[in-house]
């Protein structure tokens, strides 16, 4: 059984637990995730894509324009792997959708009028992934981790955060992934923003890179930090502090345990390096796929975790951040974006160590 397969076996299920009978999925992910790792974006930044799914119990259907239409069928080859394109003009409105799902019972990952919005369970399962896609999944994760340190090794001072960012891009995209999301900041900018979008900007000493590389839909995340220069002890407090929650969150992220449980010993890491109050400040992320987090952690979530599932937890303190994706194993946890050479510090937890990687000093 194929990829393709297996995911409609799978939402499918998913349709008979929720009691509906179609299921309208127009977000890019969702289209992703639906037929196995296939575009229905233009521009990369949009949220919904030039597609429009409907899956009812024994058919599946690709709505789309007379723009879009040949490369869904012969780029992306949809058709031949039974999904039911039908074609509007671009230049008129169009009901095909609504009438696909007259008359049923129906759920949608956005706000569609007569079916239920399924948003939050549907990201959900995306997070539940296939044996194909954990494969896809280390893959990427490797890319990401290459492109990473090719693109933070070849900085200099003097360069902008835009030359920077283009290094990243760069590193990225010739490897065969989309750079979705990438964040730099030089100096004191890595102290004042935690989403710090590149400028102007000229570095001096201290540069932080992030990446979430997409590819066949899926997303990793990875951030590395460089210091030109001996690292200051104040610094190193914070980055040592910022790897020992992290630390808390990876080895944390076992099968069956609640996200919200994580969350909190978490939170009781911040406490106990002397940060308490820093995790207010920034997400600390959440289980990965199709989207750079599928569902935002929070001390409330009672979600369990599952096996096969992927994480990215980015703890941060002003100044210092640690972000990896991990897979949880049935019996351990696999760091996917690993560099290979790059400095780390080796942490505890519970009487369990992980290495974490450390600022690097150039």
Not at 61 to 86: H, M, Y
Not at 153 to 171: D, K, N, V
Not at 234 to 253: H, M, N, P, W
Request: charged share 20%; glycine share 8%; hydrophobic share 45%.
């Amino acid at each position: 059984m194929g990829l393709q397969e297996e995911r409609l076996n799978q939402i499918r299920s998913f349709m008979r637990v929720q009691e509906i009978d179609a299921l309208v999925l127009r977000q890019v992910s969702s289209f992703a995730w639906a037929t196995g790792g296939h575009r229905s974006y233009v521009n990369t930044a949009s949220s919904n894509g030039i597609g429009t799914l409907v899956i009812t119990p024994d058919e599946q259907f690709v709505v789309t324009n007379t723009i879009e239409a040949p490369r869904l069928d012969q780029e992306e080859g949809l058709a031949a792997a039974g999904w039911k394109i039908r074609v509007a003009p671009w230049y008129k409105s169009d009901d095909t959708v609504n009438r696909l799902i007259a008359g049923k019972r129906s759920g949608a990952d956005f706000a569609l009028d007569g079916a239920a919005d399924l948003s939050s369970a549907i990201a959900w399962q995306r997070s539940l992934l296939l044996p194909e896609e954990i494969e896809r999944f280390r893959s990427l994760g490797r890319l990401c981790a290459e492109a990473m340190n090719a693109a933070i090794r070849s900085i200099a001072p003097g360069m902008s955060e835009y030359e920077i960012a283009a290094q990243l891009a760069f590193e990225t995209e010739r490897r065969g992934a989309q750079a979705i999301v990438n964040l730099i900041a030089t100096d004191e900018r890595i102290f004042k923003f935690r989403h710090p979008l590149p400028t102007a900007k000229r570095l001096d000493r201290y540069a932080m890179l992030v990446l979430c590389g997409r590819r066949d839909g899926l997303v990793c995340s990875i951030t590395r930090l460089i210091r030109f220069g001996k690292l200051p002890d104040s610094l190193r407090v914070k980055a040592e502090a910022v790897a020992q929650i992290d630390a808390t969150f990876i080895l944390g992220t076992r099968p069956g345990r609640a996200i919200g449980e994580i969350f909190g010993s978490a939170q009781a890491a911040y406490a106990s390096t002397g940060f308490a109050d820093e995790w207010q400040y920034h997400h600390q992320g959440g289980p990965a796929a199709y989207e750079p987090r599928e569902l935002i952690a929070t001390p409330e979530m009672m979600q369990a975790v599952v096996a096969g599932q992927v994480y990215a937890w980015n703890p941060s303190i002003a100044g210092a951040k640690s972000e990896d994706t991990i897979l949880v194993g049935e019996n351990s946890n696999e760091v996917l974006t690993t560099i290979e050479g790059w400095p780390t510090w080796e942490m505890t937890v519970n009487g369990q160590s992980i290495a974490r990687p450390a600022i690097l000093e150039a």
